[in-house]
């Protein structure tokens, strides 16, 4: 190596300033990139910098990587900087080539896309290492579930070895080098109450590969034991950390139905229709499956009898399946409302509450068979009750307005939107303004004061 003794410049270029982003003290950081000294003593690398060119009183020790994060730089302040290698002896090199930033407003990290591999398989040659070769083994038929959504043969794989290889690319990245299992959560489950799913208890293996993700993201490609994660989804919480650089966690879900060919979209269960679809669909000798093909479950890149093997060890019924998890949000969940302010004496019993300074609602006996009527003084909202019927509960959920509704047997939901309430149709359960959450019970929009709802039907008075 040349050293500074020495006449001879070694330039080390710094070859890229990339991401600005919030730092840990609420100043903006810079992160740097440069190319490796190829001398074979070297041991590390020293960041300098300063706010004139060629005049760095500002130091950072990197270590013996190619990048480095530069925190508590002020914004619209111009900085230069410049890199130096360091040997065993402690001999340090002359300066880089000299580049310079105008740190602009803070910004933060962005995850922009969350994939799934088949690790260890054919498609990246049976290595379980992680490297370039697990590009061509990312599953490019199958998406991440995001919260708020409903599962779907999108979002789970059928993969014997199970869920083994995930990748998040994030842009922006706040220290690739430093990236590890303690910058994320991972939990399993089978049910849509993700709050009660188990961590899980095999830590993974992480690492980055700078620029390899897309648009020139990070990829950070996550690797878990063959089998660990079998027949169950699996939660991936990438934390906000100051390595990361996100500003808020990012949460999404894979699952594993070890198996399921998509012979009946609703469900998940892997049986013998399964096994049967792989026979009929077997390949002949020459043939490559596609690593998208259904009936290839080891991804071999063949279709045989070795994939209807794995149906049957796997085989699953509507008890153990792989469920299709919903994660939409209900109708009350997690609403913050405050009592409803009721004039006059008769307020029917189950009337709930009203979130925010919505209008006060009176209560008064109507005539004929439906029970009693609430009737809105402003916004014109009218529920009406048949028999048995309640309105137990009216919530607000981004704007929309909601009735919990209790229907009785033979009892059914309409609605008008015409001011004096005439032609009124039936809401069926399949409507999208109509969600049941229980037996007898229906979530229904309410978009006040242009539509309106009632119960009618057969009275158990």
Avoid at 303 to 316: K, M
Wanted: glycine content about 10%.
């Amino acid at each position: 190596m040349v050293m500074k003794s020495q006449l001879t410049v070694f330039y080390l270029l710094v070859v890229a300033i990339f991401h600005l982003f919030a730092s840990a003290s609420g100043g903006a950081s810079v992160t740097l990139r440069w190319d490796a000294n190829p001398e074979t003593d070297v041991v590390g690398y020293r960041v300098y910098y300063g706010t004139s060119s060629g005049n760095y009183p500002l130091s950072l020790d990197a270590g013996n990587v190619t990048t480095a994060a530069v925190t508590d730089l002020a914004e619209g302040q111009e900085y230069y900087f410049a890199v130096t290698a360091v040997n065993a002896a402690s001999l340090e090199s002359l300066p880089s080539e000299e580049v310079s930033v105008v740190v602009s407003a803070a910004t933060s990290a962005s995850v922009v896309a969350r994939l799934v591999f088949y690790n260890d398989s054919a498609w990246d040659g049976y290595d379980s290492g992680i490297n370039a070769a697990d590009d061509q083994a990312i599953a490019a038929d199958k998406a991440a579930l995001l919260p708020g959504q409903v599962a779907s043969f999108l979002n789970y794989t059928s993969f014997d070895l199970g869920l083994n290889g995930i990748m998040v690319d994030i842009n922006g990245l706040g220290a690739p080098a430093e990236i590890g299992a303690s910058d994320f959560v991972f939990r399993s489950g089978n049910t849509d109450e993700v709050s009660t799913w188990e961590p899980v208890v095999q830590v993974p293996m992480v690492e980055v590969r700078e620029g390899a993700g897309t648009g020139g993201s990070d990829r950070v490609t996550i690797t878990f034991p063959n089998e660990a994660i079998l027949k169950t989804w699996l939660e991936v919480t990438v934390l906000p950390t100051q390595r990361t650089g996100l500003a808020e966690p990012d949460t999404f879900y894979f699952g594993n139905a070890v198996g399921e060919t998509g012979s009946d979209l609703s469900n998940a269960v892997v049986n013998s229709l399964d096994e049967l679809r792989i026979r009929v669909n077997g390949q002949t000798s020459g043939q490559v499956a596609a690593i998208g093909n259904l009936f290839d479950v080891n991804r071999d890149k063949v279709v045989n009898a070795f994939d209807e093997v794995q149906v049957r060890v796997h085989n699953t019924n509507s008890q153990t399946m792989l469920r299709m998890i919903d994660l939409s949000p209900s109708p009350t969940q997690s609403l913050q409302t405050q009592p409803l302010a009721a004039s006059g004496s008769s307020v029917p019993e189950g009337d709930g509450t009203l979130d925010g300074s919505t209008t006060s609602i009176s209560a008064e006996m109507s005539v004929g068979n439906l029970g009693v009527q609430a009737n809105g003084d402003d916004d014109g909202a009218v529920v009406s009750y048949a028999g048995e019927c309640k309105h137990l509960e009216v919530v607000r959920v981004g704007g929309d307005a909601w009735l919990l509704l209790e229907v009785p047997n033979g009892g059914a939901i309409e609605t008008s939107s015409a001011a004096d309430l005439s032609n009124w149709l039936p809401v069926s359960e399949t409507d999208t303004a109509v969600y049941p959450v229980a037996s007898g019970m229906f979530a229904v929009r309410m978009n006040c004061p242009q539509q309106y709802f009632r119960i009618v039907g057969k009275l158990d008075l």
